[in-house]
């Protein structure tokens, strides 16, 4: 069964750092493009982070540039999110997600995602 879950979403205050991890399973993540969304209370789902191990394209959002990374752990087929800097406008429910089904957008990592995790709150305030 493909299974996407992640954790580590919590309070923390502005400046602060926290890390999110998504266990897949089902699948590799290693072979695929997969990546991190946000969603704001009241906005839209928004794509901030994503890799290809198709092409290896990547994309960050540019609100994250320099804040936030993504990595990933190929023995534990987990995928991260390291968050530095923390603002209060970080603030939302994140989640993992991977395009599992062809065709791949060369070039577009963050499209046509099909698989997604349910999803972990980060809540950024003093």
């Known amino acids: 069964q493909v299974q996407l879950v992640e954790s580590g979403g919590g309070l923390v205050e502005p400046g602060g750092s926290l890390r999110l991890s998504c266990a897949a399973s089902g699948f590799t993540l290693d072979d695929y493009a997969v990546g991190w969304f946000r969603q704001a209370p009241g906005k839209g789902r928004e794509a901030i982070l994503c890799?290809?191990?198709?092409?290896?394209?990547?994309y960050y959002a540019d609100s994250v540039k320099g804040r936030f990374t993504i990595s990933k752990d190929n023995a534990k087929n987990t995928l991260y999110l390291q968050m530095n800097s923390l603002k209060p406008e970080d603030t939302a429910v994140y989640y993992c997600?991977?395009?599992?089904?062809?065709?791949?957008?060369?070039?577009?990592?963050?499209?046509?995602?099909?698989?997604w995790g349910k999803g972990t709150l980060v809540t950024v305030s003093s």
């Open positions: 997600a991977a395009h599992l089904t062809p065709p791949h957008l060369m070039g577009k990592p963050c499209y046509g995602m099909d698989t």
């Open positions: 890799i290809s191990s198709i092409d290896g394209s990547t």
